[in-house]
């Protein structure tokens, strides 16, 4: 499987991986039991197998059970994710998804604030690079 077909997921695929990113590890159960509408036991555990087979979790058994744990670090996902929105929707420009960000929602001062400090920063770090 190629290093493309391992990152696309679909829909159901995603929602339960954002359920072991939550809770760091979990049975076809624990899945199950925090999912709406209840898709069934049989529809989740065939999902995890293909996410397994995709290289996306692991699992171990304890007991009767298997246990699913993610094989990707969260962060080092939610970055794969980003740069794939980047490029499919931004022409790989993070200053065009940072302008369509901040025209979809009227942020707080604080969070302003805080959007500023980094940018300070960010320059910061590159005014350090160049010297």
């Known amino acids: ?16 991986m954002e359920i072991l990113y939550r809770l760091g590890e979990a049975s076809a159960a624990d899945v199950v039991g925090r999912m709406d509408p209840d898709p069934g036991y049989d529809s989740v555990r065939v999902t995890l197998g293909i996410l397994e087979k995709k290289g996306h979790v692991k699992h171990r058994q304890e007991g ?10 969260h962060e080092t996902a939610s970055r794969s994710a980003i740069r794939n929105v980047l490029l499919t929707f931004f ?8 302008l ?23 320059r910061k770090s590159h005014e350090s690079d160049a010297g």
């Open 100 to 122: 369509a960000l901040l025209g979809m929602s009227r942020l707080s001062r604080e969070e302003l604030d805080v959007i500023a400090k980094w940018i300070e920063e960010e």
């Open 1 to 16: 499987m190629t290093k493309a077909e391992q990152a696309k997921l679909s829909r159901r695929e995603r929602e339960i």
């Open 91 to 98: 022409r790989g420009s993070p200053s065009r998804a940072i």
């Open 64 to 73: 009767r059970r298997y246990v699913y744990t993610p094989t990707v670090p």
